[in-house]
């Protein structure tokens, strides 16, 4: 009686490892194919242009290309933290987050900018212009009741 309890614990385990295996495999195997497919490797550069990699990007890249602030400022100077974790971080959330919005078809278009990448994006505008910030804010009160956005939403990507 002993052997069989042995024997199937040994049967169960194997069973588990590979399941496991296979599942892990398959995840990186579809990981993998979406990051190829999908150009991943381009939005780990600061080339605008990968931002346009999606179709529902490509008004928001020509709206940037008319702007004032094309000469001076790419999309992650607006739209990653400048740290090098911080920026990363959010480019591999808003990565997998778009990545699963498109391949299920389940976006607002046209696409709306989330309320954490919101408030990166006004801490871009604040750190760029910290001189004129200070003169407008000079408590920092700011990031809702004085937001840059509020009055400035089209500055980087105007219509």
Not at 17 to 31: D, E, F, K, P, R
Not at 68 to 84: G, M, R
Not at 139 to 153: D, E, W
Request: charged share 15%; hydrophobic share 35%.
């Amino acid at each position: 009686m002993g052997s069989r309890t042995a024997r199937s614990r040994v049967l169960s385990t194997g069973f588990l490892i590979t399941a496991s295996a296979l599942l892990c495999g398959a995840a990186l195997g579809i990981g993998g194919y979406t990051f190829i497919y999908a150009e991943g490797a381009s939005y780990m550069t600061n080339d605008p242009r990968a931002c346009a990699n999606c179709h529902i990007m490509q008004n928001h890249f020509d709206a940037w290309n008319k702007s004032s602030h094309k000469n001076v400022a790419v999309c992650n100077d607006c739209h990653a933290p400048h740290d090098f974790f911080g920026k990363y971080t959010t480019k591999a959330i808003n990565g997998f987050n778009h990545s699963l919005a498109f391949t299920t078809g389940r976006f607002h278009e046209p696409i709306q900018i989330t309320p954490r990448n919101r408030a990166i994006t006004e801490a871009a505008c604040r750190s760029c212009h910290a001189d004129m910030v200070q003169m407008i804010d000079p408590a920092g009160h700011g990031h809702g009741t004085l937001a840059c956005l509020r009055c400035h939403s089209d500055v980087g990507h105007p219509h």
